[in-house]
């Protein structure tokens, strides 16, 4: 059972870090993760655990570590950044102070302001220190400042310590300002979910909340409105803008009897639509769902910086203490000099660059992801496409259209070519399988369905069935083989086998033609240096044709759905253990080997629910080129990530090893913590940018 609550105002990512360990030790509560990007904390909880009771514990940890924050079911919508507030008017009169005090001579009226700056600009971190030291919740920021600053005021250095309050408050709201735009450039990725829809009751128009919406109602949506819920067209023809579901930039055209999505705009025309899902399974609401979920799958360089800054401000709060003891007890050196260092290591300490942009990283990335129309589920599956080397694909409505087109009928005497075609129309009649659909498109003819029965459809196989009380199997070579006739596939089609009464009546060829976009997503995976493998239950003589035409060196043929789990868990087991295995398949047929790959990729399942429950990535349209698309977003994603966990590491080291020897001062110290981390921010928001660079 999965509870989500919004933490409104949410502001210190080693708060959030704080927030999330202690959910996570309530009683009834199996995991906790703060998503600090979205300011929003994911709780699995037992099946037995009372809402009411966790709401109301977490409000108490919340109240503790971060008084101002207040935890609500649903988001506060918020235009802009409040500057104005009372913390913001103190900070101001601080600077205002601290700036009066650099144009007065020495003396009492000079560090009276000095100290009422520093006091105006620090107050309320000095409070929240104090707080904090009471409940027990020593290292963090707020501690590291107030020490730090007080040490300062302890050794007669008024003028750095306000200069360093002033200057963290001055990067604190710099920072705050950075969060905030790059929450909302994720935010407007996503913000596709219609609110109102105008239902037809009798002869009149209602707005009502599209969550109020039932299936069977008939609908209104004007030109420039999203189109509420999933449904069909009852009335009218129009274009639509699907780019924030799909990716496509270019409008669909759509006219009565067609199908349309959740979130898509209606560009010209009046339509009238007849619902077919409710709100909460439509297609948008499960790209919000995935999407906002995302952050409950953290990649493994998310867990291991959280880990890392819980142990990393303790030790180097250890190593300042030694720095202003050691040299002064047992070497004769000055203790105000070490106490100073000591002090610029305790400022540079905190690991706020590395907690606040990594997560902002994998984000973005996530967000930039659905723009291009790919839904990823988590930042795991992000940072495991990136380390992928192998892309093991299936072939039949993935690399190819799965539009099968009747070549020609081979008959075998006394049979006919009508009568051959007839049987295998009638045969797959029950049948969704797109061949099925070929061959009753190129029968031509009213299927009589009463003379149809005992239909029994074999997975991979093929079908057994009564057709004028005569045995009809359609299928395979293998399936007839297992009946006991032979027959022997030839040929670059795909080839389906007809028997009559158990004898052999004769093979119906289809072929199938590779999508647009599959010879270039293969073409530049390989340029990638990525090994490309297809997968298929078809003949092996249609795969090679296949595989010869995109290019894949590659493939196993003639596999069961079993058998394709049985190749990815030996593509998997013949791996070196350190990269990683993508499936891509049509999210149906293939769901057992999206579920064992190391990355399950479903490609234009968006109106599958077998997709979105079984694959870690799902992308919303049929061009195979988007897997590529998905693993280029995956890699900028990464290198953005490990260029702020580098930028961070190495700027505190230069400081750190500086500082202990005397070449830093507090405010250089405080930069290299409060800057880095805007700058690392920064960085993190490339990825949301146009997704086309």
């Known amino acids: 059972m999965r509870q989500i609550y919004h933490l409104q105002g949410l502001d210190c990512a080693s708060c959030a870090q704080k927030i999330e360990v202690a959910a996570g030790k309530l009683n009834n509560v199996k995991k906790a993760v703060v998503d600090f990007p979205t300011s929003r904390i994911i709780l699995d909880t037992h099946k037995d655990a009372q809402k009411e009771d966790i709401k109301s514990a977490l409000s108490e940890i919340v109240a503790a570590l971060e008084p101002g924050v207040l935890v609500s079911e649903a988001p506060t919508p918020k235009v802009r950044v409040d500057v104005l507030t009372g913390r913001n008017l103190a900070f101001a009169a601080g600077l205002l102070s601290f700036f009066t005090a650099l144009f007065l001579p020495a003396g009492l009226g000079k560090n009276g302001l000095i100290l009422l700056a520093y006091f105006l600009a620090g107050w309320e971190i000095i409070l929240q220190a104090g707080k904090n030291i009471i409940q027990g919740q020593i290292f963090d920021e707020n501690f590291l400042m107030t020490i730090a600053t007080l040490g300062a005021l302890a050794i007669g250095e008024l003028p750095e310590a306000a200069s360093v309050m002033l200057f963290y408050r001055t990067g604190e709201f710099l920072q705050g300002l950075a969060v905030d735009h790059s929450r909302r450039s994720i935010q407007a990725l996503i913000a596709i979910k219609p609110q109102i829809a105008h239902r037809k009751q009798g002869e009149q128009l209602v707005d009502v909340p599209v969550v109020d919406v039932k299936v069977g109602d008939v609908l209104f949506v004007l030109p420039g409105e999203r189109i509420p819920v999933d449904g069909i067209i009852l009335d009218g023809s129009s274009s639509l803008d699907a780019s924030a579901l799909t990716g496509e930039s270019l409008a669909r055209p759509v006219e009565t009897g067609e199908e349309v999505l959740a979130g898509c705009i209606n560009l010209s025309g009046l339509l009238t639509i007849e619902a077919t899902k409710e709100a909460a399974q439509s297609a948008v609401a499960r790209i919000l769902d995935l999407v906002e979920n995302a952050a409950a799958n953290k990649a493994p360089t998310e867990d291991f910086i959280t880990s890392f800054a819980r142990y990393y401000t303790p030790a180097v709060v250890g190593a300042a203490a030694l720095i202003a003891a050691i040299p002064p007890l047992f070497f004769a050196a000055s203790f105000e000099s070490w106490f100073y260092r000591a002090l610029v290591f305790l400022v540079i300490s905190c690991p706020c660059a590395l907690v606040v942009s990594i997560p902002l990283g994998f984000f973005g990335g996530i967000g930039r992801a659905s723009k291009q129309g790919i839904l990823v589920k988590g930042s795991n599956y992000l940072q495991a496409l990136h380390e992928a080397d192998t892309v093991v694909f299936d072939k039949t409505g993935t690399l190819t259209s799965g539009d099968f087109t009747v070549q020609r009928v081979e008959a075998e005497p006394p049979f006919t070519e009508e009568e051959v075609l007839a049987a295998a129309a009638h045969g797959e009649s029950f049948s969704s399988h797109p061949i099925a659909r070929s061959i009753a498109a190129a029968y031509g003819q009213e299927i009589a369905l009463s003379e ?98 995109l290019g894949i060196h590659e493939f196993h043929a003639e596999l069961l759905p079993e058998q394709k789990v049985e190749q990815v868990d030996a593509i998997i087991q013949n791996s070196d253990g350190k990269s990683k295995v993508v499936f891509v398949g049509d999210g149906i047929n293939d769901a057992p080997a999206l579920a064992r790959a190391h990355v399950g990729v479903a490609m234009g399942a968006l109106g599958s629910e077998a997709a979105v429950e079984t694959a870690d990535v799902v992308l919303m349209t ?16 990464n290198r953005i990530v490990w260029q702020n966990i580098n930028l961070a590491l190495v700027v505190k080291v230069v400081v750190l090893l500086l500082g202990a020897v005397s070449a830093v001062s507090l405010w250089q110290a405080v930069f290299a913590d409060v800057g880095v981390t805007i700058l690392t921010v920064l960085n993190s928001m490339r990825i949301i940018r146009a997704v086309r660079d």
């Open 452 to 549: 149809v029965s005992e239909v029994e459809e074999l997975t991979g196989l093929g079908v057994k069935a009564r057709w004028q009380d005569r045995e009809i199997l359609v299928g395979s070579a293998r399936f007839l083989a297992q009946a006991g006739i032979e027959m022997e596939a030839v040929g670059s089609f795909s080839g389906v086998y007809v028997a009559i009464d158990g004898k052999r009546a004769g093979i119906i060829w289809l072929s199938d033609s590779p999508k647009p976009g599959a010879i270039e997503a293969v073409q530049r995976l390989k340029q990638l240096g990525k090994r490309v493998i297809m997968l298929t239950g078809d003949s092996a003589s249609a795969a090679q044709g296949t595989a010869a035409a």
């Open 622 to 637: 049929d061009n195979p080129f988007a897997v590529v698309e998905a693993m280029e977003t995956a890699g900028k994603t």
